[in-house]
Nanobody, 123 residues
Framework: QVQLVESGGGLVQAGGSLRLSCVASGRTFRGYTMAWFRQAPGKERDFVAGIAWSTISTSYADSVKGRFTISRENVKNTVYLQMNSLKPEDTAVYYC????????????????WGQGTQVTVSS
């Protein structure tokens, strides 16, 4: 019933930009933190960015700070990740996730997950 669906991934050259979208359905996510994680082959799923319901509070991994921007439109139940100045090391499957409470940085604390969207950055 509850579903998060990501879109916007693709192939882009280094230095380029992409915007990922995540549309949630099946319930409202009032009060929930929304976040993006990413996972490269053979690596752990790592926190990328998170945003509170109010949109005022955000957090970013050091590796993407200054390049990525997370935002949300609560009326649309949608969260975005604007990715600029992309690097080959950003290549991964990007996942949207939601939690009501817990550590923003721990994947195990998230209640809902999308299926992921592939981002590939070429040099």
């Amino acid at each position: 019933q509850v579903q998060l669906v990501e879109s916007g991934g693709g192939l882009v050259q280094a230095g380029g930009s992409l915007r990922l979208s995540c549309v949630a359905s099946g319930r409202t996510f009032r009060g929930y933190t929304m976040a993006w994680f990413r996972q490269a082959p053979g690596k752990e799923r790592d926190f990328v960015a998170g945003i509170a319901w109010s949109t005022i509070s955000t957090s970013y991994a050091d590796s993407v700070k200054g390049r990525f921007t997370i935002s949300r439109e609560n009326v649309k139940n949608t969260v975005y990740l604007q990715m600029n100045s992309l690097k080959p090391e950003d290549t991964a499957v990007y996942y949207c996730a939601a939690q009501y409470s817990g550590s923003w940085f721990s994947s195990s604390d998230y209640n809902y997950w999308g299926q992921g969207t592939q981002v590939t950055v070429s040099s």
